[in-house]
């Protein structure tokens, strides 16, 4: 089955710095999602994206879905020690379904 | 404010077992997912379902099946446990508002030896 292009695998940063992270499809999405999971808990929706060239914020959060349809992005600024988990984008294809495509992850670690 | 659940947080069984895996949702969603878990490899769909009694396989329903007899509950079946169904399987639901009203369930780590 299809998966998404997610990078970085994992990253390491210090309390206070930004981070992004980013995906990308061959395939056009009709809408892109951004999920956290927490060590021992299951993925958590973060941010969904409707449409192309749309910018969403929730809080630190912020997430674009890319121009051609085909990518996104998830920034989070100012990161803090509880943002540590792994996140996930994932897409949801042209012509309804709600079966998704995952993309394979960002481990995320913040030093204090 | 419990949405939904899985009967097991931690499993372990032995080659050959079979094996049930059940996810309860107390949101009357229609849709009900299952997908693995494994590094580096994200979350892939095993099996999904829109309704009671329908299922359609996902992207690696080899080696599994499921049940949907009521609304709430969607059970994942290994016929004969495999080592290479060791992974963290994850069931999740999504009801008629679309993706937003998307929950998953904490997971159950499955271990085949």
């Known amino acids: 089955g299809q998966q998404l292009n997610q990078s970085p695998q994992s990253m390491f940063i210090q309390e206070g710095e930004d981070v992004s992270m980013n995906c990308t499809s061959s395939s056009i999405f009709n809408t892109w999602l951004w999920y956290k999971q927490d060590p021992g808990e299951g993925p958590v929706l973060l941010i969904a994206?409707?449409?192309?060239?749309e910018l969403t914020s929730n809080g630190r959060l912020t997430a674009q879905f890319g121009i051609t349809r085909k990518d996104s992005f998830l920034n989070i600024s100012a990161s803090i020690p509880s943002d540590v988990g792994i996140y996930f984008c994932?897409?949801?294809?042209?012509?309804?379904?709600?079966?998704?495509?995952f993309g394979k992850g960002t481990k995320l670690t913040v030093n204090p | 404010d419990v949405k939904v659940t899985q009967s097991s947080r931690y499993l372990v069984k032995r080659t050959g077992e079979k094996v049930f895996l059940e996810c309860v949702q107390d949101m009357d969603h229609e849709n009900m997912f299952w997908y693995r878990q494994d590094p580096g490899l994200g979350l892939r769909l095993i099996y999904f379902?829109?309704?009671?009694?329908?299922?359609e396989k996902g992207d690696i329903p080899e080696g599994y099946s499921v049940s949907r007899e009521k609304k709430e509950r969607f059970s994942l079946i290994l016929e004969s446990a495999s080592t290479n169904q060791t992974s963290m399987y994850l069931c999740?639901?999504?009801?008629?508002?679309?993706?937003?009203?998307?929950?998953f369930g904490p997971g159950t780590r499955l271990t085949v030896l």
């Open positions: 379902s829109y309704d009671v009694k329908m299922k």
């Open positions: 994206l409707y449409k192309a060239g």
């Open positions: 999740a639901s999504i009801g008629t508002g679309g993706i937003n009203e998307q929950f």
């Open positions: 994932a897409g949801q294809k042209v012509g309804g379904s709600e079966k998704l495509v």
